[in-house]
Nanobody
């Protein structure tokens, strides 16, 4: 009954932006570390961003300066803002609560070449 649901993916031209959402049900996000991962075909799953609380965030070097993670505890939602998207950002994006081994189903982001 506890689940994470990602949304906000889609097809975006290079240089465009998307904001992904990860909404939790059956649990309260606040106080939990939440991570965003992505996996492209033929590639290892990659940690993209992490948020430990409302002000402590980290993003991978590959997306630094373009992506940002945030959370709105009132909405029980974690976001991944993606700017200046590139074709190499194409992947399925997952949110994860590592200390509960909890994963969403993923949302597809496609940036054509």
């Amino acid at each position: 009954q506890v689940q994470l649901v990602e949304s906000g993916g889609g097809l975006v031209q290079p240089g465009g932006s998307l904001r992904l959402s990860c909404a939790a049900s059956g649990m309260i996000f606040s106080g939990w570390t939440v991570r965003w991962y992505r996996q492209a075909p033929g590639k290892e799953r990659e940690l993209v961003a992490s948020i430990a609380n409302g002000i402590t965030t980290n993003v991978a070097d590959s997306v630094k300066g373009r992506f940002a993670v945030s959370r709105d505890n009132a909405k029980n939602t974690v976001y991944l803002q993606m700017n200046n998207l590139k074709p190499e950002d194409t992947a399925v994006y997952f949110c994860n609560v590592p200390n509960r081994a909890l994963w969403g189903q993923g949302t597809q982001v496609t940036v054509p070449s």
